[in-house]
T-cell receptor, first 115, second 111 residues
Framework: DTEVTQTPKHLVMGMTNKKSLKCEQH?????MYWYKQKAKKPPELMFV???????INESVPSRFSPECPNSSLLNLHLHALQPEDSALYLC??????????????FGEGSRLTVL | LAKTTQPISMDSYEGQEVNITCSHN???????ITWYQQFPSQGPRFIIQ???TKVTNEVASLFIPADRKSSTLSLPRVSLSDTAVYYC????????????FGSGTKLNVKP
């Protein structure tokens, strides 16, 4: 199984809602990532988990809250979002750490629309 | 922080070889260079990774000169289905899991 599975594929939420995005991988990868991608822009790094611990937070607003319950799961909790947070949210995983860890496996993304 | 620069777009015809160059002047000594392909509304897909000289797999080749300040992705005999955005990716040189995408190159393959 070489897949990263993201759910839901599409999500529409109001600015007062609380929702979560889910990501799952069963490749035994020890690093997991959240990227945000706006239309016609490259993916932007948000968070990195290494061995289930948050290792990188790219100064992401607190209305985005990541969680790594175990080595296979990664969640992104959303609360009080703004319309400009509408984007494609991509989850990725990599087998290792270090320079060679650049081989990232991406999910298909969750398309978020904030009304 | 390694920053990458790529051409915004390129046009090609089916059957041609396409070369896309990425500039990464500040790449760290221990960083690898990785290339990804992305179709609309899909996640990026790994193409190839290298550190120096030349790497080849079943879909592409990657050429990296000795100074490693640039790299060139070579796609042999492209088809219409190769129309996509191509990104090069490097690390930040200090944090091993911090990877940044370049602006990407939109490749348009025409019949």
């Amino acid at each position: 199984d070489t897949e990263v599975t993201q759910t839901p594929k599409h999500l529409v939420m109001g600015m007062t809602n609380k929702k979560s995005l889910k990501c799952e991988q069963h490749m035994g990868h020890r690093a997991m990532y959240w990227y945000k991608q706006k239309a016609k822009k490259p993916p932007e790094l948000m968070f990195v988990y290494s061995y289930e611990k948050l290792s990188i937070n790219e100064s992401v607003p607190s209305r985005f809250s990541p969680e790594c319950p175990n080595s296979s799961l990664l969640n992104l909790h959303l609360h009080a979002l703004q319309p400009e947070d509408s984007a494609l949210y991509l989850c990725a995983s990599s087998q290792g750490l270090g320079p060679r860890a650049g081989e990232l496996f991406f999910g298909e993304g969750s398309r978020l629309t904030v009304l | 922080l390694a920053k990458t620069t790529q051409p915004i777009s390129m046009d090609s015809y089916e059957g041609q070889e396409v070369n896309i160059t990425c500039s990464h002047n500040n790449i760290a000594t221990n960083d690898y260079i990785t290339w990804y392909q992305q179709f609309p509304s899909q996640g990026p897909r790994f193409i190839i990774q290298g550190y120096k000289t030349k790497v080849t797999n079943e879909v592409a080749s990657l050429f990296i000169p000795a100074d490693r300040k640039s790299s060139t992705l070579s796609l042999p005999r492209v088809s219409l289905s190769d129309t996509a955005v191509y990104y090069c990716l490097v690390g930040d040189g200090f944090n091993f899991n911090k990877f940044y995408f370049g602006s990407g190159t939109k490749l348009n393959v025409k019949p």
